[in-house]
T-cell receptor, first 116, second 117 residues
């Protein structure tokens, strides 16, 4: 299994809703990432989990809450979002180069989020 | 300072011809990795090719090759024998501080490639 999966593919939510995005990988990767991508822009890093611990939080608003229940799963909990949060949310994973792993970062297909 | 610079917002290439997409980078770290990704309109970010800073030879993966010029800090992607399915956005990206385990991946602004029949 050499892929990263994300659910749902599309999500429409109101500003008062609570929803979650899910990401899963079975490649034994120990780093997992959330990126946000607006139209015609490059992806922007939101969070990185390394060995199931949050290692990078790029000053993301608290209405986005990441969770890493185990080494294969990564969730992004959404609450009280704003219309400007509408974007493509990409999950990615990689091995740990410090421990001799390969350096490639592999992405899932993304979740297209629309906030009304 | 911008870590990754892609100066070509858009490129056109005739089918079956080769095309070069430019990428320059900025880092003071001796240990870094350079990547190219393809993003079609569906949104998926597809990993194409990787070059490590200590690699002596240019990376190749099928029709993709990476022209790595370390002294000039450039990592251009060459696509040979272009196909209609190559039409997409292409991003150059870099990971640095790999020996300390830092896990950020910096992206350039992308180049939209259009293959003309």
């Amino acid at each position: 299994d050499t892929e990263v999966t994300q659910t749902p593919k599309h999500l429409v939510m109101g500003m008062t809703n609570k929803k979650s995005l899910k990401c899963e990988q079975h490649m034994g990767h120990r780093a997992m990432y959330w990126y946000k991508q607006k139209a015609k822009k490059p992806p922007e890093l939101m969070f990185v989990y390394s060995y199931e611990k949050l290692s990078i939080n790029e000053s993301v608003p608290s209405r986005f809450s990441p969770e890493c229940p185990n080494s294969s799963l990564l969730n992004l909990h959404l609450h009280a979002l704003q219309p400007e949060d509408s974007a493509l949310y990409l999950c990615a994973s990689s091995q740990d180069p410090v421990s001799g792993g390969a350096w490639g970062v592999f992405f899932g297909p993304g979740t297209r989020l629309t906030v009304l | 300072a911008q870590k990754i610079t892609q100066t070509q917002p858009g490129m056109f290439v005739q089918e079956k011809e080769a095309v070069t997409l430019d990428c320059t980078y900025d880092t003071s770290d001796p240990s870094y990795g350079l990547f190219w990704y393809k993003q079609p309109s569906s949104g998926e970010m597809i990993f194409l090719i990787y070059q490590g800073s200590y690699d002596q030879q240019n990376a190749t993966e099928g029709r993709y090759s990476l022209n790595f010029q370390k002294a000039r800090k450039s990592a251009n992607l060459v696509i040979s024998a272009s196909q209609l399915g190559d039409s997409a956005m292409y991003f150059c990206a870099m990971r640095e501080n790999l020996q300390t385990g830092a896990n950020n991946l910096f992206f350039g602004t992308g180049t939209r490639l259009t293959v003309i029949p």
